[in-house]
């Protein structure tokens, strides 16, 4: 090799060298100049032991304790209507009165008719003890005067069916019946219902036939008046499980003063079972769900991250002040509104994030800023106004 090639390879050698002390310290450059990462920016919240009264919910409908609606047994002319839509009634009160003219006269007839068979009869009696009829027409004048007698009541009860009253007491709804319609058997004159006090009719399933009994206590609402709770109680437990979906009927009474409660009405149920339990509770959105466990991420202060990195032999955040989060797994329990009991892998007074958990990971610097917070009522109601 000569000594020409000798300084052109080593020219190249430099050249390489040159070329890649330059790029590494470019790279050192960038490495050194890029953005340090900034604090994600999460609520958080305190974790806080509550005392829950076990419950089961359920879906249920309103019904009144006595509902009807009122109808005519025979066809009639109405004469007079004696009640206003919406009125309170009590039992026996006149509603509605049909033309009955003709079928009083009917009765005086039927009623003369009867007058006649009781005198023939007298007088046949006489005629008998005098001995001048046989025992046979006596008989047969009893049985005519039973008979018209009996003509004469039929005919009564016909005109007291046109006389239409109210089968029991109870608020009036709304009639679209007026004086001097035709009305046929069958035909809605109005609804009456009693609906105070008032059911709550709802289903459980059979698992749960064990936690009931008459006289537990059941709450409940409905979307007629957010925020609203009627108490009342169990009265009646269905002897029948339906084959069909495994549920027994439950039904419930509720005092009902003011009426809030109207039959047809949705009702959600909360049935008290057993008693009162402590939980440490926190927001359902402040867990994460996993296919291998639920999480949530603990607020540590700087300096109570460095000590578990110490403790578990790991690199201490890169941060020195501040908070940052650490990932930890929590075995949950039963939900209540928008909370959810905490049954371990947390203690009370830690402080977890409630919400923004998508951005974080173990030691990532947070700031916390609970200006706008989750939801974490007991008793959520709905937001729409």
Same mark, same amino acid.
Request: charged share 20%; no cysteine; glycine share 8%.
């Given at each position: 090799?000569?000594?020409?090639?000798?300084?052109?390879?080593?020219?190249?050698?430099?050249?390489?060298?040159?070329? +890649?002390?330059?790029? +590494?310290?470019?790279?050192?450059?960038?490495?050194? =100049?890029?953005?340090?990462?900034?604090?994600?920016?999460?609520?958080?919240?305190?974790?806080?032991? !509550?005392?829950?009264?076990?419950?089961?919910?359920?879906?249920?409908?309103?019904?009144?304790?006595?509902?009807?609606?009122?109808?005519?047994?025979?066809?009639?002319?109405?004469? %007079?209507?004696?009640?206003? =839509?919406?009125?309170?009634?009590?039992?026996?009160?006149?509603?509605?009165?049909?033309?009955?003219?003709?079928?009083?006269?009917?009765?005086?007839?039927?009623?003369?008719?009867?007058?006649?068979?009781?005198?023939?009869?007298?007088?046949?009696?006489?005629?008998?003890?005098?001995?001048? +009829?046989?025992?046979? !027409?006596?008989?047969?004048?009893?049985?005519?005067?039973?008979?018209?007698?009996?003509?004469?009541?039929?005919? #009564?009860?016909?005109?007291?069916?046109?006389?239409?009253?109210?089968?029991?007491?109870?608020?009036?709804?709304?009639?679209?019946?007026?004086?001097?319609?035709?009305?046929?058997?069958?035909?809605?004159?109005?609804?009456?219902?009693?609906?105070?006090?008032?059911?709550?009719?709802?289903?459980?399933?059979?698992?749960?036939?064990?936690?009931?009994?008459?006289?537990?206590?059941?709450?409940?609402?409905?979307?007629?008046?957010?925020?609203?709770?009627?108490?009342?109680?169990?009265?009646?437990?269905?002897?029948?499980?339906?084959?069909?979906?495994?549920?027994?009927?439950? %039904?419930?009474?509720?005092?009902?003063?003011?009426? !809030?409660?109207?039959?047809?009405?949705?009702?959600?149920?909360?049935?008290?079972?057993?008693?009162? #339990?402590?939980?440490?509770?926190?927001?359902?959105?402040?867990?994460?769900?996993?296919?291998?466990?639920?999480?949530?991420?603990?607020?540590?202060?700087?300096?109570?991250?460095?000590?578990?990195?110490?403790?578990?032999?790991?690199?201490?955040?890169?941060?020195?002040?501040?908070?940052?989060?650490?990932?930890?797994?929590?075995?949950?329990?039963?939900?209540?509104?928008?909370?959810?009991?905490?049954?371990?892998?947390?203690?009370?007074? !830690?402080?977890?994030?409630? =919400?923004?958990?998508?951005?974080?990971?173990?030691?990532?610097?947070?700031?916390?800023?609970?200006?706008?917070?989750?939801?974490?009522?007991?008793?959520?109601?709905?937001?729409?106004?």
């Amino acid at each position: 090799m000569t000594k020409r090639m000798l300084i052109m390879i080593g020219g190249i050698v430099v050249l390489l060298l040159v070329l +890649i002390g330059g790029f +590494i310290m470019h790279i050192r450059t960038l490495i050194a =100049s890029a953005p340090k990462p900034f604090p994600q920016t999460v609520t958080a919240i305190k974790v806080t032991s !509550q005392e829950w009264q076990p419950t089961l919910a359920a879906v249920g409908s309103v019904t009144p304790v006595r509902g009807v609606d009122v109808t005519t047994e025979i066809a009639g002319l109405v004469r %007079e209507i004696h009640f206003k =839509s919406g009125q309170d009634v009590k039992k026996g009160d006149i509603l509605v009165e049909l033309n009955a003219d003709s079928d009083k006269a009917q009765l005086a007839a039927l009623e003369a008719a009867a007058e006649l068979s009781g005198t023939v009869l007298k007088r046949d009696k006489a005629q008998f003890d005098a001995q001048a +009829i046989a025992q046979a !027409q006596v008989d047969a004048d009893a049985a005519d005067l039973k008979s018209k007698r009996a003509l004469a009541d039929q005919q #009564k009860a016909i005109i007291d069916k046109k006389t239409i009253r109210a089968p029991f007491s109870g608020k009036l709804g709304i009639t679209t019946v007026n004086p001097g319609q035709y009305v046929n058997p069958g035909d809605k004159i109005v609804t009456l219902q009693t609906i105070d006090p008032i059911y709550v009719d709802f289903n459980l399933p059979q698992k749960e036939v064990g936690n009931l009994a008459v006289g537990q206590v059941v709450n409940v609402t409905t979307d007629g008046f957010p925020g609203v709770q009627f108490p009342g109680k169990i009265t009646a437990i269905s002897p029948k499980v339906d084959t069909t979906t495994r549920n027994v009927v439950v %039904e419930a009474t509720f005092p009902n003063p003011k009426r !809030q409660m109207l039959p047809g009405m949705f009702a959600n149920a909360a049935v008290d079972v057993g008693d009162k #339990k402590h939980y440490l509770t926190l927001p359902q959105t402040a867990i994460t769900y996993n296919p291998y466990g639920s999480t949530v991420f603990v607020v540590q202060t700087a300096a109570e991250a460095a000590a578990a990195a110490k403790a578990a032999s790991a690199p201490a955040p890169a941060a020195s002040s501040g908070y940052f989060v650490q990932q930890a797994f929590v075995t949950t329990g039963e939900t209540r509104g928008d909370q959810v009991a905490i049954l371990s892998g947390l203690k009370e007074g !830690q402080t977890v994030v409630s =919400s923004g958990q998508v951005k974080l990971k173990n030691g990532t610097w947070i700031t916390i800023d609970n200006k706008i917070v989750p939801a974490n009522s007991p008793n959520p109601t709905p937001q729409e106004h």
